[in-house]
């Protein structure tokens, strides 16, 4: 794992990425027992399409812990490598640009896949 700053590639170290993947395991169970609850209460199949925010939680630490880019670091310009919370400021232009397409891509990737699971639900018996 890099330990280091790379616009538009990597701009947390293995805390921040651990941070992540709790926000990502966290998504997925409240996706879990909601789709659970959804489905022991016999609720509308449309009523499914609600687990696409718990499902965003989870996409979002999911992609994010992967590529060891924080999308919220990546549009403020920042990154972290040291203790949680001490973040650094990016002082290259270019590589503030790199970071934030590098952040866009992964927002659209996290609504993806969020949507794509949403949908999924909806194919599973009621």
Known sequence: MSQEYVAGSCNIGKGEVRRRQVVAL????ISITSLVGLISTDASGSARLSLFFPLMIFSIGFIQS???FCLAYGFMGTFN?????????????????????????????STALALGLTLATLALPR
């Open 66 to 68: 992967r590529k060891k």
């Open 81 to 109: 490598f040291g203790k949680l919370g001490q973040i650094s400021r990016v002082s290259d232009p270019i590589s503030k640009k790199a970071d934030r397409k590098t952040a866009l891509i992964i927002l659209a990737q």
């Open 26 to 29: 966290a998504g997925a169970v």
